[in-house]
């Protein structure tokens, strides 16, 4: 029964190939939304990998940047340059702020670079973007471009205005975009003469970050440490939850879709097939050849489409990067995984509506005409 399962399944190719394509763009439904949150959430922690520093120090009680304002005072900053095991300190400027002229400004957040040279060259080293010189900004490269923008042009940022000196790339969500202005720049915009709204500390050799975060955490009042790795965890968690409800929906529906189109191939096979049935039947064919044959072809059917939908995520996050660089995507391959077990799960599920339909052929088929 298994060969002449399979050997249908060849006979009539065009129409399994066509169910496991239907499957595939089911599949695909569901991830496309999961990438596109990914590949945001993948944008807004993009600052928080390139930064140098091995703890990152905020308000007392902020445990993430996204969306959150942290300020720190002159006092805090000083009792954390006294916390045993601290090599250096440099302060950023981190404030939402709106970009763009009067009626289409866009919400962005504004990184103030500091102004002293040798944490300039380190944090340029690092990051591999270039820090503005004081009258300068620099946008994420979409940004930019969405707005005409050349190098040289007036950018309007708040209530001020600076020049385009360049562009960032890897800085760009629609959620969270990042700007650049240099210190002096970003105070005078936040209107902020001293303090900072985030700390990056850097350990003494014999210090690890886990150990120093913990140690700020104990001795420095309405201060919170973090390692980078906790802190990206936390941002990028809280981004993918933004999403989480949408995107359950969306995964509900391709299960759903993929569920439909299983019934429908499979009632059509069985039906295509039921004189074949009936003479396996009339032969003597136990039950459980024909439910094995019926399944084992529901499950060819349903595994080609996850594969067909597991390899198209390649070229498409490849041609969406290119025809549509605004919009960061970022398929996952454990969300493939998952979502394709989720999928031959329930196409076999699916497929015992059309099982009993196979079960209950009649032998007495085999007689008529």
Known sequence: MFYWSVKSLLVEKWSVLTAACGIALALLLALYLDAVFRGEAGQIVTFIERTPGDVWVLQDGISDLHMARSRLNENAIYAVRQVEGVAGVTRFLYRDSLIGPNGQEKLAYVVGIPSAPEARSA??????????????????????????????????????SFILSGVSRGTYSMANPLIFLDETDARNLFDMGDGANVLLVFAR?????????????????????????????????????MGGALIGVLE??????????????????????????????????????????????????????????????????????????????????????????????????SALLPLRYVLSVDPMLVFQG
């Not at 990051?127 to 007036?154: S, Y």
């Not at 150990?211 to 981004?239: G, W, Y």
């Not at 569920?259 to 009936?278: C, K």
């Open 123 to 160: 944090w340029e080293r690092a990051t591999g973007w270039t820090a503005p010189t004081p009258g300068h900004v620099v946008l994420p490269a979409p940004m930019a471009r969405a707005q005409n923008l050349q190098p040289g042009d007036r950018v309007r940022v708040g209530d001020e």
């Open 205 to 241: 050799p014999d210090t690890s970050p886990s150990d120093l975060a913990a140690r700020i955490n104990r001795e420095v009042e309405k201060a919170s440490a973090l390692t980078p790795q906790a802190l990206r965890h936390n941002d990028f968690n809280l981004a993918m939850k």
């Open 252 to 349: 509900v529906m391709g299960l759903a879709v993929a569920g439909l189109i299983v019934i429908f191939t499979a009632f059509v096979f069985s039906s295509n097939h039921r004189r074949e049935f009936a003479i396996a039947k009339a032969l003597g064919a136990p039950t459980k050849q024909l439910a094995g044959s019926a399944l084992a072809q529901t499950a060819v059917v349903s595994f080609l489409g996850i594969v067909i939908g597991a390899l198209v995520t390649y070229p498409l996050e490849a041609g969406l990067h290119h025809w549509v660089p605004g919009i960061a995507v970022s398929f996952s391959s454990m969300t493939v995984l998952v979502l394709g077990t989720a999928t031959l799960g329930l196409a076999l599920l």
